[in-house]
């Protein structure tokens, strides 16, 4: 089995930062963990970030300049820095991972950005 664990969310108010952090454990061989999601109350889960095991990285529109994204390879992690935080950031975060064609989900880190 695979266990995506997230951490790091929390309460914060405008233009403050949080950093996520996702660990994958159990059957981790070859699993690529490596982007985020978030999902609104009432929305959609909707891509934040993606990043390549090469390092290359893939940023929403919305998120561009204010969060960044990295890797740990040798510890299955992957880190999302967000600043400048702005209410509309409000959401549940998922760190995702992947591995010959299916998806794993984390079980999610509630971020509340206060204006």
């Known amino acids: 089995q695979v266990q995506l664990v997230e951490s790091g969310g929390g309460l914060v108010q405008a233009g403050g930062s949080l950093r996520l952090s996702c660990a994958a454990s159990g059957d981790t061989f070859r699993l690529n963990v490596n982007g985020w999601y978030r999902q609104a109350p009432g929305m959609q889960r909707e891509f934040v970030a993606l990043?390549?095991?090469?390092?290359?990285?893939n940023y929403a529109d919305s998120v561009k300049g204010r969060f960044a994204i990295s890797r740990d390879n040798a510890k299955n992690a992957v880190y999302l820095q967000m600043n400048r935080l702005k209410p509309d950031d409000t959401a549940v975060y998922f760190c995702?991972?992947?591995?010959?064609?299916?998806?794993?989900w984390g079980q999610g880190t509630q971020v509340t950005v206060g204006s």
């Open positions: 990043i390549s095991t090469d390092g290359d990285t």
């Open positions: 995702s991972a992947d591995r010959w064609g299916r998806r794993y």
